[in-house]
Structure formats: structure tokens, C-alpha cells
């Protein structure tokens, strides 16, 4: 498998719930974006990972907890989310955290109800 | 305000015309402009990557141009093809405390009939 891959491709899920996102990068890249994309408003930046070590975090809630056990594997954890959480999730990578060129996934589309 | 505007917001054309999406610009200090497409359902695909000293550049039937003067780009699909439907998404990326920056536009949707 080539490119950067997220599963599931679809999820609906209740306030109560729990759940992963995952996302895994087969590029050899070394830095890991989560982004949430929802419908007419701009890409937003959710979390950064450089060599496994957070280095971005912009002002995401906590029932959003990123985990990134190596430089290919990102995952993020849900629980207790809102309806306004419903979303697109992106997941990218790029060699470097200050590299020009960011590979996206497919996305993960949320569904919360 | 690091800001990036669209225009238009969406487009509908037929198919074998040529159409020209705009992204204007108060980013500061530049460092480069990227376009993206996003097709329905799918992640954004680099077209295109532009710094300061670059004019044009062009991806096949993709040209994006480039004035740092009046922070503007514009990105022109010739001979449009229904697989062109899709939303292009302008980012421009500025350096601040060491770092990179992205500021993503909110993108223009683009319809191709046939």
C-alpha cells in the first residue's frame, strides 16, 4: 500500500461514545497532521507531530486526544463528542515538520449524533 | 489578520472551456503559495507549489500565476474536463517564531458539465 491510508473511511458515532481514528503514512515522512475540514469554512490545523513528539497543538478540546506511537502511525482518540464535531477529518504527513509538500489521506468522514 | 480569500465561492462550466479561480492574499511574511484539488470524498493533491521570485508554474492543463506585489494568484484550468470537478483550495504558508504556518483558504468549488 503507497501514500498515506486512514480507516475508517466512515463513522457514526454517539455523544457517549468512544473511538479511534487511524492513519498510517507509507512514505517514510517523519512529521504527522491531524486537520478537521467542515462543510464552507477552511482547513483547520488540529494537531502536529514531528518525530513522534507533538510540536502543534492549536487549541483543540480534549475529547480530541492525538496519539502517535511511531513516525508512520497517527491515531486520534474521540470521546464525548458534540454534533459540531461532525466533520471531515484529515490526516497528512511530510518529511519534515518544515517541509513544503504535505501528502493528504482520503479522510475519515464523522458523523456525530 | 493572516487572511486567504477565494473567489468565486463555486463555478459551473462546460466542459473543453477554460476558467480562472482567484486567491487573494494578507499573508505576512510569504513564503510560498501551494494549490491543491480536492476531489468529493478524497484528501487534497498538491498542483502546484510557487515562492516569491515565481511568476508562473504550470502542472499540465494547470497554470497557477503568482504577483507578491499585489498578493495575488490565480489558477487557470484550460480545456476543462469533467474530472476537473472539484474543490481548489489556495495555502499560503509564512515563517513566524521559527516555524511554518498554513492558512488555508476556504476553497472554490468547480463544476464541469458536459
Known amino acids: 500500500e503507497t501514500g498515506v491510508t486512514q480507516t475508517p473511511r466512515h463513522l457514526v458515532m454517539g455523544m457517549t461514545n468512544k473511538k479511534s481514528l487511524k492513519c498510517e503514512q507509507h512514505l517514510g515522512h517523519n512529521a504527522m497532521y491531524w486537520y478537521k475540514q467542515s462543510a464552507k469554512k477552511p482547513l483547520e490545523l488540529m494537531f502536529v507531530y514531528n518525530f513522534k513528539e507533538q510540536t502543534e497543538n492549536n487549541s483543540v478540546p480534549s475529547r480530541f486526544s492525538p496519539e502517535c506511537p511511531n513516525s508512520s502511525h497517527l491515531f486520534l482518540h474521540l470521546h464525548t463528542l458534540q454534533p459540531e464535531d461532525s466533520a471531515l477529518y484529515l490526516c497528512a504527513s511530510s518529511q519534515a515538520e518544515l517541509s513544503y509538500e504535505q501528502y493528504f489521506g482520503p479522510g475519515t468522514r464523522l458523523t456525530v449524533t | 489578520k493572516n487572511q486567504v480569500e477565494q473567489s468565486p465561492q463555486s463555478l459551473i462550466i462546460l466542459e473543453g472551456k477554460n476558467c480562472t479561480l482567484q486567491?487573494?492574499?494578507?499573508?505576512?511574511?510569504?513564503?510560498?503559495l501551494r494549490w491543491y484539488k480536492q476531489d468529493t470524498g478524497r484528501g487534497p493533491v498538491s498542483l502546484t507549489i510557487?515562492?516569491?521570485?515565481?511568476n508562473t508554474k504550470s502542472n499540465g492543463r494547470y497554470t497557477a500565476t503568482l504577483d507578491a506585489d499585489t498578493k495575488q494568484s490565480s489558477l487557470h484550468i484550460t480545456a476543462s474536463q469533467l474530472s476537473d470537478s472539484a474543490s481548489y483550495i489556495c495555502?499560503?504558508?509564512?515563517?513566524?517564531?521559527?516555524?511554518?504556518?498554513?492558512?488555508f483558504g476556504t476553497g472554490t468549488r468547480l463544476k464541469v458539465l458536459a
Open positions: 510557487m515562492t516569491f521570485s515565481e
Open positions: 495555502v499560503v504558508t509564512f515563517r513566524t517564531s521559527g516555524t511554518y504556518k498554513y492558512i
Open positions: 486567491c487573494n492574499y494578507t499573508v505576512s511574511p510569504f513564503s510560498n
